[in-house]
């Protein structure tokens, strides 16, 4: 009908394969947990990159990736670190996008040291730290893909259906 807007989804991922999300982690050792993360998102549909960056191991990677991350069309960061966990807190401070840090749990001390090194963030530079190990970085690619929701309508069918399936699980449980 003429003079009625036509209402479309707001896409926010207009090229194909574009990744959205930008997975860091301090090392290699990092994986085994962070794959978590990178599991979430492949089931929800959302494109992401997945890179080990040391904020002080590859300092100049660490700069050169953070300060193109929004350049490169990235629009959610998820870095994994452990012990004196920095690469969060760095990684906010060379780029805008929201950062998701996910604490490591350490042999030394069970990630009490990645989790405090992550959340307390002086103020100005925020990082929005998840709980320690898998369950963090299942609880940041969700919070992740809750962000591009808000943008993306195919993004937000897929979250809402993954909280569906989930609560059916659970009404569905039978004990032994
Ligand atoms: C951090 O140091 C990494 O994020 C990792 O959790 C921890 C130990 O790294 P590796 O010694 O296993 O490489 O930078």
Known sequence: M??????????????????????????TSDWETMQHAAQTL???????EKRVISAHRSPKLMYDWGTSARDRGLQVVIAGAGGAAHLAGVAAALTPLPVLGVPM?????KGLDSLLSMVQMPGGIPVATFAIGKPG???????????????????KRALDDYRTNQAKKIEDAKLP
């Open 137 to 155: 970085a299942v609880n940041a690619a969700l919070f992740a893909a809750a962000i591009l929701a808000l943008a993306d309508a195919g993004i």
């Open 2 to 27: 003429a003079g009625a807007p036509q209402l479309q989804p707001k896409i926010s991922s207009p090229t194909p394969g574009q990744p959205l999300v930008g997975i860091i982690m301090g090392s």
């Open 42 to 48: 492949d089931g929800l549909g959302i494109s992401y």
């Open 105 to 109: 749990e350490s042999a030394a001390l």
